[in-house]
């Protein structure tokens, strides 16, 4: 084979070495927060005020003990029975409560402020066993890492008496269900009667329609907000293919803002707009939006509290609305809690008319290619019981698409195999002339039409389909904790077995660049053979140089997801049938 035609093929390897391990040990690492000391200290300044965005409500506990910077995203579920669950049993008793209740989330709403303070994910926990504590997506004021939301009115009209974070709300219902809708009233004695109805759905979403009754004698204007407040920089995953922050979709156009931007910036305005608003963590999302044709002045901003604590919020303000006396106004918008599964994103983008809403999954700049391989795997995983069995049978159909491909590929390769003998006769006449060595060997490709470059091609066809199933593994919830068989309990995560500690038969554990599983080392086995089947490079350098890239890759992928190891596997096991069979019937020793 020709000097440059090997060093093409030695490129395309080398790169997809170096693409691969850059995504599993440089890419880019979140920086940590800033000091206090470096920022400058911004101090809340209470319900919005129109008609500019509205500014950052305060969010300080009712106690007024500042809440504590948070360090997980979200933080982890109190075990039962702790201190940590005892304190924020303490909190949600210090004040009266709406009980929510659904198959999919529990909690409460506190009924001083309205604040929807208290959310628990029930189908989703800390680790895949089925004890584990649930997923807390909300926590009150004076818990660490406090998380809430809160609707509410902003005056247009000087004196009026507004709810606010002290207010006591009276309830209809003592839950909140999916078949129990619930209102809360507050009457503020100026002849204003303010009424927040709620409306629990069986997902995710809380349906908030906010009313004024005017049984004053003059008109009121009024502008109704939405807010989203979080207490605490979060800890995030930092690989730059995933956006953890502060994200929405503004007329049409998706805004990703990351924590430490906005620290610099302070604040982000969009307004006159339409669409959703929100804060995202890897699987979790929480967001507001105003009803389908909703106007509304949205921002994203940050600043610090009395504690120096780091205070990061959504909101928006929405237009004005005036109320005659004798006469009722109200205004509709929507609260989303919860897990970021790629079906119900889809349903509430369609069924609310929130634009885009299913990009609240971070499928990439590759979204065209993630999202259907994502679909495809769910439906095989519906059909077969299993994501591992779902990832086999679409390496087959990945396979079987492009198979003429690559059976013209294989066949040129065999030709070249057939042709070594050949070409060792030409290096071994030409000695070190090698300008002379390769034009033989390229009058040998031309006379026997093989073209050396055509075995990079099965390569080439399935690095995008390796990188969108990568990102199907990394940012699908419906991906976290699913099993295989055997020790693979989680696809999303490393195979958790080690040869250095002989799978466990040693009681070590392991550092984690040496954690190199077994199916790593099945997927490195498959590689070396497939690689001994193909034509083998005359100089003896890039012959040792190709024969250490099983080993390369076997260290890289060990700390990737075990789907994507197997699925490499998989498809090298594919591959080396198609490719013997082919030897074998164009009679090339195998």
Known sequence: MGGDQRNLILAIAVSLAILIGYEAFFAKRAEP?????????????????????????????????????????????????????????????????????????????????????????????????????????FSPPGEPAAYFAQFGWSAGTAGVALPDGTTRWQASAPALTPDTPVELRWENGQGLAFIIRLELDRGYVMTVTQRVENAGETPVTLYPFSLISRS?????????????????????????????????????AVKDTGGWIGITDKYWLAAIAPEVGGRMDARFSYHLDAGRTDKYQVDYLGKAIETPPGEARETKGYLFGGAKEVQVLDRYRDTLGLTSFDKAVDFGWFYWLTKPIFYALDWLNKFLGNF?????????????????????????????????????????????????????????????????ASGCL??????????????????????????????????SAPDPTSIFNLFGLIPWSPPEVMMVGAWPLIMGLTMFVQQRLNPQPPDPIQAKVFLLMPIVFTFLLAQFPAGLVIYWAWNNVLSVLQQWVIMKRMGVPT
């Open 458 to 491: 099965p390569m080439v066809i399935q690095i995008p389909v390796f990188f969108a199933l990568y990102k199907v593994l990394f940012v699908t919830i419906e991906m976290r904790h699913a099993p295989f068989y055997g020790w693979i309990k989680d696809l």
């Open 232 to 268: 605490g920089t979060p800890k995030v995953t930092g690989y730059f293919i995933l956006h953890e922050g502060l994200i929405g979709v503004l007329d049409g156009i998706l805004k990703e803002i990351d924590y430490d931007d906005l620290q610099e910036s302070k604040t982000v």
């Open 388 to 452: 591992g069995l779902a990832i086999l049978a679409l390496t087959v159909a990945v396979k079987l698409a492009f198979f003429p491909l690559a059976n013209k590929s294989y066949r040129s390769m065999s030709r070249m195999k057939k042709l070594q003998p050949e070409m060792m006769k030409i290096r071994e006449r030409c000695g070190d002339d090698r300008v002379r060595m390769n034009q033989e060997i390229m009058a040998l490709y031309k006379r026997e039409k093989a073209n050396p």
């Open 33 to 137: 927060p800033k000091a206090p000391a470096q920022r400058t200290e911004e101090v809340a300044a209470g319900a919005p005020a129109p008609p500019a965005a509205p500014p950052v409500p305060a969010t300080q506990a009712p106690g007024g003990t500042p809440p504590v910077p948070a360090t997980q995203a979200p933080p982890a579920p109190p075990t039962p029975g702790t201190a940590a669950a005892s304190a924020r049993a303490g909190l949600l008793a210090r004040e009266p409560r709406l009980e929510v209740r659904s198959r999919t989330l529990a909690g409460s709403v506190s009924l001083v402020g309205a604040r929807i303070d208290d959310l628990t994910l029930l189908h989703y926990g800390a680790s895949p066993s089925p004890q584990s504590p649930r997923i807390v997506l």
